[in-house]
């Protein structure tokens, strides 16, 4: 999720109460809502760095109680005011858990379980920016805001911002995850309740969009994906404008780049993997390979990818690895 969800979420839960625990409660409870973001400055490393330290041991169930101290600690140098450390670990922890839990709900995902265990968990309900989310949290800072204008108009005494707006603000917040979450599950049960081309769905998924009824649907069978839209308020017929992409079989140019860093890495990322190997554009008697993740992008117009080109020799030559957030359609879609 961005880091202005993020903060908002840190400031309404600090306005609903918990800044009382300790003086600069309200500063605490940001940075740890914050506080695993600490690891995107591994974006200066490049794709490589990124893909595998970004949402890594930060985002950890392991690391929450160190990520909490961590937001302490800053809070403390820079506010130079005491605190009761006690009081703000408890709060710092649940700042740093509304970060795991918003982020568990878009597509990118964590992994909460390192250092033991690499799986991606991810609940796709939520794209990464949400504008209907930005309004919720719009409307708990703008509301106590025009109260006191409104009341100072009248001659009232200047309050400071209360608890109503933002618990109200995390009620609707949470209302809406909840209602995407049941369309999310409509969604995939709509794809997994089909067969596609005479085989049986191995898996099915639906990813989010701007519009909470508008969802991309991906199933895999055991030689393809087929992806469909999906319009939730219309009937669902996936025959008539579904994509086909054919999984490519596992040659020794696919198994040459395989072997190289790039891939490597993006391996431990991707989650609905779909390889393209076409005669390279540039060299001779040479493959480009190339490795997308579905849930980002198409071989169309990938997202996330990895590529590289693999001589005649199946030597792999220029592979790299290339991210964006963007999913696009095919052509004449």
């Known amino acids: 999720m961005d880091n202005l969800t993020h903060s908002l979420v840190g400031l309404f839960l600090a306005r609903a109460g ?8 309200t500063a605490i409870m940001i940075v740890a809502a914050n506080a695993p973001d600490f690891d995107t400055v ?10 595998h330290w970004h949402r890594n041991i ?6 929450l109680p160190v990520m909490a101290l961590l937001a302490i600690a800053v809070v403390r140098l820079l506010g130079r005011k005491q605190i009761r450390w006690l009081p703000a670990f408890f709060i710092a922890i649940i700042g740093v858990a509304s970060h795991l839990i918003l982020d568990l709900t878009n597509v990118y995902g964590v992994r909460l379980l390192l250092p033991f265990s690499g799986h991606w968990t991810h609940w796709d309900i939520t794209p990464i920016f949400d504008l209907a989310l930005w309004a919720i949290l719009l409307l708990g800072v703008a509301a106590p805001f025009l109260g ?33 979450s049941v369309l999310h599950d409509h969604a995939a049960a709509l794809m997994d309740s089909r067969t596609y081309h005479g085989l049986a769905t191995l898996r099915a998924g639906a990813f ?18 087929v992806e469909v839209p999906i319009d939730l308020r219309a009937a669902f017929h ?13 040659t020794p140019a696919v198994m040459a780049a395989m072997q190289t860093p790039p891939f490597q890495r993006f391996l431990e990322f991707v989650q609905y993997p779909i390889w393209v190997a076409t005669p390279s554009p540039e060299f001779e008697r040479a493959t480009q390979v190339s490795l997308v993740d579905l849930r980002f992008g198409t071989p169309y117009a990938p997202g996330f990818f990895a590529t590289a080109t693999v001589t005649d020799r199946n030597q792999a030559e220029n592979s790299t690895l290339s991210m964006g957030m963007q999913r696009a359609p095919a052509p004449g879609k």
Request: proline share 9%.
């Open 18 to 25: 918990l800044k009382r625990f300790t003086p600069r409660g």
């Open 42 to 51: 591994c974006i200066f490393g490049g794709p490589m760095s990124y893909i």
């Open 58 to 63: 930060t985002h950890s169930l392991v690391a």
């Open 148 to 180: 006191r204008l409104v009341g100072s108009e009248i001659g009232e005494k200047p309050k400071a911002p209360g608890a109503g707006w933002a618990i109200v603000a995390l009620v609707l917040f949470t209302a809406y995850d909840y209602g995407r």
């Open 208 to 225: 989010p969009g701007e519009n909470p009824l508008k969802w991309t649907g991906i199933v895999e069978l055991s030689d393809s994906y």
């Open 238 to 250: 996936p025959d008539l404008d579904q994509i086909v992409f054919k999984k490519a079989p596992q």
